[in-house]
């Protein structure tokens, strides 16, 4: 039996070469190739439905492994598209039609929001910035033997009240970081912050925002961050990028 | 820092490309929570029952927010959820093996 396949949307995007991703190994193993529709170009490959079927993507979506790799081989397939355009609109993880046909007639369907999306993100990128409270030196607690159970209470609780203030205080000036940010890109976004598992870090993170911004402006962009580091000694300040364009590449309307 | 260059056809990897790996990041977390939320989000032919999509979306998100924040609410079946993490399956190893210890102590006590 012939297995059925599918059409697997990365991205649409203008002036876009087929040649120059030639070779390039989409999600489930797949040459990545070009469909054009008008002057948009889409960036797909073709999936089979054995993996990427709904049946099958309701069982894989749930192992985590398979949506690392999918998402990996996605971002990457969009990064190696985006380098080679001004205005690429990625789509989101396994969007997948019947056929190229079937694609090109959602992408006619969406064709003005489509241009307005390219329009917004044309000659920029996405930059992330991520801000970490530094950690303060406490004066060490266990120095001194508790007295008393009364006395070690209230010290502890001191010492939480202090923690707390501090982590409200570090909350506000990230809020103030974001802003003195602001000027220096076409858009931004801000993302839920991100559990300290995931980064690896002690610090807890106090931002994790996302600057759409002019790729003519970057290098003035990163000045506005280096200045902020300055301004702002408490925290670091991570700058992650270029991205393409995820955050800003939405449709405004469903 | 270095600049990055405004895409062209020619050196156009520099851009996001694998010539620069200061530039590619590599966290996970950063990448789930841009090609599962952001993007251009329409449906496709296949559909996928978008409760699943939500309760993945969801499960991660868990861990993206804030693991704090969950257990604070007294959400905590993500810590035994074998799918969100092989630290969870190392733990049910690690758990397994020290039952099995314990279980040999305690024969050996008798």
């Known amino acids: ?21 030639s070779g390039l190994e989409g999600v489930g193993g ?48 969009v990064r190696r598209a985006a380098a080679i355009t001004t205005a690429l609109a990625p789509f989101r993880l396994v969007t997948i039609y019947r056929s190229d046909d079937a694609a090109c007639d959602r992408i ?50 001191a010492e939480i009240r202090d923690r707390q203030q501090a982590a409200g205080e570090q909350q506000m000036l990230a809020d103030q970081l974001f802003w003195d940010l602001v000027p220096g890109a076409a858009a931004t976004r801000r993302l839920p912050p991100q559990d300290q598992k995931l980064t690896g870090r002690r610090e807890p993170m106090a931002l994790n925002a996302s600057f759409l911004v002019d790729d003519e402006h970057s290098t003035d962009f990163f000045e506005l961050v280096n200045e902020t580091r300055a301004r702002y000694p408490s925290l670091d300040i991570e700058v992650n990028g270029p991205w393409p364009p995820y955050s800003f590449a939405v449709l405004d309307k469903p | ?19 620069s790996p200061a530039s590619r990041p590599d966290g996970l977390a950063d990448i789930l929570e841009r090609v599962l939320d952001k993007g251009i989000i329409i449906a496709g032919d296949i559909r996928v029952n978008l409760l699943d999509i939500e309760l993945l979306t969801i499960k991660i998100r868990l861990l993206i927010v804030s693991v704090d924040k969950a257990m604070e609410m007294g959400i905590d079946w993500w810590r035994h959820d074998p799918m969100l993490s092989t630290d969870a399956q190392a733990l049910a190893d690690e758990n397994r093996k020290l039952r099995e210890r314990v279980e040999e102590l305690e024969r050996d006590g008798e």
């Open chain 1, 1 to 21: 039996m012939v297995s059925e396949s599918g059409t697997y949307v990365y991205a649409v995007g203008r002036n876009l070469d087929e040649e120059v991703l």
């Open chain 1, 108 to 157: 006619e369907e969406l064709y003005d929001d489509l241009v307005l999306v390219l329009d917004r993100v044309d000659r920029r990128s996405e930059w992330s910035v991520k801000v970490f409270c530094r950690a303060r030196s406490v004066p060490s607690a266990t120095v001194e033997a508790a007295s008393s159970g009364v006395a070690y209470l209230e010290r502890r609780r």
């Open chain 2, 1 to 19: 820092m270095s600049e990055p260059t405004i895409s062209s056809r020619r050196g156009a990897f520099d851009r996001y490309g694998s010539t």
């Open chain 1, 30 to 77: 797949s040459s990545v190739r070009m469909i054009s529709h008008r002057e948009l170009t889409a960036v797909v490959s073709t999936v089979d439905l054995e993996e990427f079927g709904e049946a099958a993507l309701r069982r894989n979506l749930e192992v985590l492994a398979w949506v690392e790799e999918t998402a990996r081989r996605h971002d990457e397939v």
